[in-house]
């Protein structure tokens, strides 16, 4: 038992969580505590006040006793994760998951056979980093069965738990993960041990799923600054086997010193577009092997396949003529990955800056003619009626979309006369 408490503040002081705690703590000679990134943040000193953070808890209990215990507080438990051992309680709307002690019986790399236990040591030493085998109590006393969580807790000491080998081949994602954590919790150098142990089991990362592997590597990149990390993925040789293409770091870094100085939310489609050619066709073959989903994908494609130019200076009406045939999501995504590549990005900054809010308060307007109009011009129903709208069109959009009606039925009439007629 460590000498360490947490101080009584936020999520260990908020009334659903505490509920939840006591529930389980009413069982006869049942334990719980507290664990993960909640008790590792707090001891890091990451964790704001009032902030809400995702607790877990760990209990001797079984889980059939953990649902009864639950229920006997009119508590709702959901059985998420039952055959790993994990019930998710539900206080007040406010999920908490609860986890039985395990330790590992087999492992392949990819998921990991257990049983449950009672010994605190023996589920510590089955986690992967040993900031995340820190334990709390209801009173946020904590408890560090590995010795050192604790301390590389707060040093920012992103270290296996035991032999880094053993841990990476129970589960080959803890390979990202070891990065992930770096470059949301780590300080100074990379734990040596560690990283050599990530390059000696690169192999390992092809046995993962995609959406794993995409779901990790988009959690890393959203970090305030990952450039740590990825260039560090980078020298070991782990980038390259989960990302081939990325090619852009310093696109990538630009992007992040952006995002720093203006206070923008962090984007991680954004982000990733970055570390990419900008060429569609790898956008889409990456966005197809990690299965990203349509959305994402697409957005993707939009963005790096994009040939219209988008500059700092532009005026307000090659603002508009470029939102309109980009669409102003596209065109804000673009602006964002040519301000990364400007060169001059810190000189034109307030530029930049000054263009992003106009391209996304405008809402493109809508062509005020339709086929009905280009009928009543003479045009019979076929292919000649978009051919004159598209005419139509293209002088409305250097014409900066005016609203002048006989302007417009009377470019059209000529734009009849000239290629139908």
Known sequence: MGNDTLPMIGWIMDPDVVKVMQALLSGSGVQARYVGGAVRDAVRGATQYGEKVDVDIATTATPER?????????????????????????????????TTLRRDVNTDGRRAEVSYTTDWAADAARRDFTMNAIYADKDGVLFDPLGTGIADAKAGLVRFAGDPDARIQEDYLRILRFFRFYAWCGKGEMDRAGLQACARHIAGLSQLSPERVAKEFLKLICASNPMPALRQMAASGVLSAVLPEASNLERLNALVEIDAMTFFETDPILRFAALLPDEGAVATQVAKRLRFSNANRDRLVAMLSARQRVFCYMSVREMRRTAYRMTPKVMRDVAMLRWAGDVKRNHNAVQWRALLPMIESWKPPVLPLDGHHVKLAGVPDGPHIGEVLREVEEWWIDADFTTDEYSLIERMKAVVQATIL
């Open 66 to 98: 953990v649902i009864e215990l639950l229920q006997a507080a009119d508590l709702k438990a959901v059985p998420t994760g039952i055959d790993h051992g994990t019930v998710t309680a539900v206080s007040n709307h406010r999920p908490v998951e609860i």
